[in-house]
């Protein structure tokens, strides 16, 4: 069992940037592939990115792609999220999560076995 902790969460104006750090804690975080996943008011929970457990291999949804960029730092049991040119409509709660040593990079909520608490990005314009 792994359990995660997010932080870097803030308010912002549109163009700014942050930096999300997911850490993790309990088994081999390096077994682990990390998913972000974001919630805004209303909505459902939807996929932003990941980064597969060696780190070799990173995916984006499209709404992110060139803005986002997923990292780790295993010897920190950390992962990363940097969000540079933030939008009002990157506004939500995220979440990071993990999936336990997976074939591929996984984009369903249903897929990652655990989850943060989550931290509020708020982008205003």
């Known amino acids: 069992q792994v359990q995660l902790l997010e932080s870097g969460g803030g308010l912002v104006q549109a163009g700014d940037s942050l930096r999300l750090s997911c850490k993790a804690s309990?088994?081999?975080?390096?077994?682990?592939?990390m998913g972000w996943f974001r919630q805004a008011p209303g909505k459902e929970r939807e996929f932003v990115a990941a980064?597969?457990?060696?780190?070799?291999?990173?995916y984006y949804a499209d709404s992110v792609k060139g803005r986002f960029t997923a990292s780790r730092y295993d010897a920190w049991d950390t992962a990363y999220l940097q969000m540079n040119s933030l939008k009002p409509d990157d506004t939500a709660v995220y979440y990071c999560a993990a999936d336990y040593l997976p074939s591929t990079i996984a984009t369903l909520t249903t897929e990652y076995h655990y989850w943060g608490q989550g931290t509020q990005v708020t982008v205003s314009s």
């Open positions: 309990g088994r081999a975080f390096s077994n682990y592939a």
């Open positions: 980064i597969s457990w060696r780190g070799g291999d990173t």
